[in-house]
């Protein structure tokens, strides 16, 4: 296994008065596209915010490329080369399509070459370059988010359900994409809930239940062992085939 | 040239763009259109305000910080450049250093303010904002041996910019209203209209700060209008719509704001500056008065939050309404006292209800215009145009989503 880019040790993290995470131990190897399975409520989506120093860490540390960022903000995290497109997206309706991506482009004015790229991967943005975000479709936005957190090479991409409440064509796109960028080696922990979809493009796998992770290995190998994927997935697995 | 002035940013609605230029035009040649010393000052107070409400703008409308003490900073530029004229005396030496400091005061004191207390939730800012503004009125009413207390102090304007400063020959002004009135109600005399019409203008100093003020207000409006269309203009309306967003992206949004409050303090600090020279007298009433502050964000309210534009015709309508409502209605209610049943409704229009009609035209602004004066003009020019477009191309963006994986 490569090193790892970054690693959580015992993490614990709290929102508001709950107590969401229970020592997280993840690691990520670099270059390696790692899902992150598991019901809903096991604090996957709050393992992600918590890297983004979005939550309250009590206990742990998290590590990346060999530095602890556990106390940074959020700001200076995202700078060090990590991208976080959540769950809600969270896309500025009110800018168009350009704007989105101009602001997404920190460092300065985006690079023309890899725009076509991103054009590439999603043509619709080219069409819709000054429409309003606000216009666009669901899968469009999705797009959209995703693009925003690829028009700089970031060290690391955290992605959480894209596929959640889109048509399956559009689903297919997105597979596509992660692909591609899989194939220029870049770092990735995805959150899903589609097994078909994180079965497609996981290399390594990480299942969560109540704010830990319960299993962690290759993707290859929870796909073939099915007793393996009932005992961590139970009926949830069945139910998004 | 005008896209590179109006950095790209257009009025985008026909019935704006008119009402923008009549506004620019009639401010212009303004001393040369309307006569007497009513229009004259408010005209004055106009320049000002669209300088002190697009500043608020910038803080309310695209970064959605409240803020009580935009007046304050508007204070320290009145009465800096008053007190550095009242201790140097009348020249322009005391000006550059009355501009200077209360600057400075400005930047420090909107710094702190910012870094102390932008940080947290938005509505402690408003309360501490708050209480700073009414310390500082509490301040220059005590300081009254150096501020005149509640009685105000006079501007000793240097010579050149008061009305002692006149070139030998008046000017000649046309005043327009007056001509159209005269030719509605007395078309025959055409002759006789026309030649009361023109009017002497006293090219003094005042009419030169005037300008002076008229020419500060458009290059700084024009350069806000530049800031808040740059990549730093978009980063605000980034942390406007959604702050942690704009953060997971990487941008420091307490710096951002913090900036935003410095530049904005900044910019009323002039108008204050402004407001010392045009009017020669200030009192704490005129500067600093909570009802100020209120009046300040009816401007951004009326005309638009989120969009310069909007300051511009909010202070207009705004400064218009003031002025002239209260003289609207006592031609009203003294017409109605003839009449036997309005008679009693009389006392309702009074001069000095005026107070009561602008509340009332601010409710129905607001309910029929919730986005202000230039967002509801945007909005229809837009669905205008999105109904040319549909039967143009037919169908538009929607592509088959969101149906669950």
């Known amino acids: 296994m490569a090193e790892p880019l970054m690693k959580l040790s015992g993490v614990h993290a709290d929102i508001g008065q709950y107590h969401i995470l229970h020592g997280v131990d993840l ?11 598991g019901r809903n409520g096991a604090g996957k989506s709050t393992t992600l915010r918590t890297i983004m120093g979005l939550t309250d860490v009590p206990r742990g540390r998290v590590e990346f490329k060999g530095e602890d960022i556990t106390e940074w903000a959020t700001p200076r995290i995202a700078r060090s080369g990590i991208a976080f497109v959540p769950e809600d997206m969270g896309i500025f309706q009110l800018l168009s399509v350009r704007e989105n991506l101009e602001l997404a482009a920190a460092s300065g004015p985006i690079d023309k070459q890899r725009l076509e790229w991103v054009f590439g991967l999603f043509p619709a943005l080219k069409k819709f370059w000054q429409t309003d975000a606000g216009n666009l479709s669901g899968g469009q936005k999705q797009m959209l988010a995703i693009a925003r957190a690829i028009i700089e090479p970031r060290d690391l991409l955290l992605v959480d359900e894209p596929t959640k409440g889109l048509a399956p064509s559009i689903i ?14 870049a770092t990735i922990l995805l959150v899903e809930q589609n097994f078909n979809f994180a079965r497609a493009l996981g290399q390594t796998v990480a299942v969560m239940d109540d704010g830990r ?17 009932q005992e961590l997935l139970g009926l949830s697995l069945g139910a998004h085939q | 040239m005008i896209h590179s002035l109006l950095s790209g940013d257009y009025p985008r609605s026909r019935l704006l763009t008119v009402l923008l230029i009549a506004i620019f035009i009639g401010l212009a ?7 007497g010393t009513v229009a004259f000052r408010t005209m004055g107070l106009i320049v000002v305000f669209i300088l002190v409400v697009a500043a608020y703008d910038l803080m309310l409308g695209y970064t959605h910080v409240v803020s009580f003490a935009h007046l304050m900073f508007f204070g320290f530029g009145a009465y800096g450049v008053a007190m550095a004229l009242d201790s140097m005396g009348s020249n322009f030496t005391a000006i550059a250093v009355g501009t200077g400091a209360s600057l400075l005061a400005s930047i420090v004191v909107a710094l702190l303010l910012g870094l102390l207390s932008l940080r947290v939730k938005a509505i402690f800012f408003a309360l501490v904002t708050l209480a700073i503004a009414f310390s500082f009125m509490v301040l220059v009413n005590q300081l009254y041996t150096l501020t005149g207390g509640e009685d105000g102090m006079r501007v000793a304007v240097p010579r050149e910019l008061g009305p002692a400063f006149r070139l030998d020959e008046p000017l000649t002004g046309f005043s327009l209203l007056g001509w159209l009135w005269g030719v509605v109600t007395n078309p025959l005399g055409l002759v006789e209209v026309t030649r009361e019409a023109f009017f002497d203008v006293r090219a ?15 290059v ?6 530049r800031l808040v269309n740059s990549p730093f203009g978009r980063v605000l309306l980034a942390i406007r719509e959604n702050e ?3 953060e997971a992206l990487g941008y420091r949004t307490v710096y951002y704001r913090t900036a935003v409050v410095v530049l904005a303090s900044a910019l009323a600090t002039i108008g204050g500056v402004m407001f010392a020279l045009v009017t020669r007298y200030i009192t704490p009433e005129s ?16 005309g638009g939050m989120g969009t310069l534009y909007g300051a511009v015709i909010g202070a207009t309508v705004f400064l218009i309404a003031q002025n002239y409502l209260q003289d609207l209605l006592g031609v009203l209610s003294g017409w109605m006292e003839h009449v036997p049943v309005l008679a009693m409704a009389a006392p309702l229009f009074g001069s000095d209800r005026w107070l009561l009609w602008f509340g009332v035209l601010f409710v129905l602004s607001v309910y029929f215009f919730p986005t202000g004066i230039v967002g509801q003009l945007r909005e229809w020019a837009a669905r205008r145009s999105r109904a040319g477009e549909e039967l143009v191309e037919g169908e538009k963006v929607d592509e088959p989503a969101s149906h669950g994986a």
Request: with cysteine; proline share 2%; hydrophobic share 55%.
């Open chain 1, 213 to 229: 992770v319960v299993h962690a290995g290759s993707m290859a190998a929870l796909a073939e062992d099915e007793a393996l994927q």
């Open chain 2, 29 to 35: 040649l303004g001393p040369f259109l309307f006569s």
């Open chain 2, 244 to 246: 942690f967003r704009a």
């Open chain 1, 27 to 37: 690691e990520l190897p670099k270059g390696e596209l790692t899902v992150l399975l």
């Open chain 2, 287 to 302: 500067t600093l008065d909570f009802e100020l502050a209120v009046f300040v964000l009816l401007m951004c309210v009326i």
């Open chain 1, 172 to 185: 297919n796109d997105l597979r596509d994409a992660f692909r591609e960028l899989k194939d220029q080696e």
């Open chain 2, 220 to 225: 700084l409006f024009l350069g806000m209008l």
């Open chain 2, 204 to 218: 003094n100093g005042r009419l030169l700060m005037y300008y002076v003020s008229f020419v500060i207000t458009l």
